[in-house]
């Protein structure tokens, strides 16, 4: 095992020491319904064709309340239903400002589902973003791992 390898797991094991590792998983479990769920919208919504104003405001509205009952969309619609639940469980078992901002790793997750099963294009930026996501929840999760 290397250094760097080493010192990160005893980052890891502060981080962990503090808080169970039930919690964690379960927020990354929550990260990843919710982000399959996205996705699942996303696909579902793109089946319904085309909801423009110049529809009319009733057309419109008739087709996104049968959407509702299509597949994709209803299965979107559970994953978050289930991820509501798990959350309810993390937020007994750990602080909010703590388990909050850990789902922020969701809009990594969605940016990289949406390129890889949706096609969708990411511009070089939108990963610089997404790093500065990921370091935040890093230095959130050593902030409590320090505060031990």
Do not use: H
């Not at 919710?34 to 087709?63: E, H, K, N, P, T």
């Not at 959407?67 to 309810?88: D, K, M, N």
């Not at 969701?106 to 996501?133: H, K």
């Amino acid at each position: 095992m290397s250094v760097r390898s080493f010192r990160a797991y005893l980052l890891w094991r502060r981080i962990v020491g503090k808080t169970s590792f039930v919690p964690i998983a379960l927020i990354l479990i929550n990260v990843v319904l919710g982000s399959v769920g996205q996705i699942s919208l996303r696909y579902g919504a793109s089946q319904l064709g085309d909801l423009r104003a110049g529809q009319g405001i009733a057309a419109s509205v008739l087709c996104a309340f049968k959407g509702i009952f299509t597949p994709y969309v209803l299965l979107g619609f559970c994953l978050y239903a289930i991820s509501a639940v798990l959350w309810v469980l993390v937020l007994n078992q750990v602080s909010l400002s703590f388990a909050y901002p850990m789902i922020s790793l969701s809009y990594v997750l969605v940016v990289l589902l949406s390129a890889i099963i949706l096609g969708e294009s990411v511009p070089l930026v939108t990963i610089g973003g997404l790093i500065f996501i990921c370091l935040g929840v890093s230095l959130i999760g050593i902030g409590y791992g320090a505060g031990k």
